[in-house]
């Protein structure tokens, strides 16, 4: 497009771009909702725009290790890496908040409703993202979520609610509400003590702090069903 002198435009490419040179840049939606200097980095060149000015974010680790400053993926569960994936487990203490993921995966391969991915931080395996599509003009679900008890901590699990909701309104902007069900936040007691709760390892809090609501009393099981408008 045309620019008179003074004008500006925010972009980001793999290369200088001089006055007056044409530009082709392809957009990557999957990575519409990481941070600035996170896309470029793994769009691997290096930027010196305000984003990424160390000043600004901190020095990229290259620490192999998890970290905050580890890039999120979500990719799609194969035959490479299922069992992977079907093996990751919480803390002890918040197995009663969701079935294990080798279930989520059975019922995810038989439902046509179902979206599920795995969650890498750089090329770690961490977690594992499931959300359920009933009614894709209004309505999206979180049917399983969890982070490895091994990285929480690190800011990963509200990176991927906040992935879910990006991802929702990137390809359905007419999706209203994102829906999840959570433990009480007072924990709750089963017959199965697997399954007992206690208030410090419910979710309830974590997703209240993400901005989702109560929206019905705990059912059958004990657990709430929360939502969040899109």
């Known amino acids: 497009m045309p620019m008179g002198k003074g004008d500006t435009i925010s972009c980001f490419a793999i290369k200088d771009i001089r006055p007056g040179e044409e530009i082709t840049f392809a957009y990557f939606g999957e990575f519409d909702c990481l941070l600035s200097h996170t896309r470029h980095k793994l769009l691997h060149f290096v930027c010196k725009c305000k984003a990424c000015l160390p000043d600004n974010v901190g020095e990229i680790s290259t620490d192999s290790t998890p970290n905050r400053n580890s890039i999120l993926t979500f990719r799609e569960v194969t035959e490479d890496n299922w069992r992977a994936v079907a093996n990751l487990s919480l803390k002890p203490g918040q197995t009663g908040n969701l079935a294990p993921n080798v279930w989520s995966l059975c019922e995810a391969h038989y439902s046509e409703d179902a979206w599920v991915r795995a969650i890498y931080a750089d090329e770690t395996l961490v977690g594992m993202l499931m959300m ?94 929360m939502s969040i408008d899109l």
């Open 132 to 225: 359920a599509i009933w009614d894709p003009d209004e309505a999206y679900y979180i049917w399983r979520f969890m982070i490895d008890g091994r990285y929480q901590g690190l800011g990963y699990g509200r990176r991927g609610v906040e992935f879910a909701i990006a991802h929702i309104r990137q390809h359905n902007p007419r999706a209203k509400t994102l829906g999840v069900m959570s433990t009480p936040p007072e924990g709750k007691k089963s017959e199965n003590p697997l399954k007992n709760v206690k208030p410090e390892d419910s979710p309830h809090r974590f997703y209240e702090r993400l901005g989702f609501k109560e929206i019905a009393p705990p059912d059958e099981d004990g657990e709430i069903m």
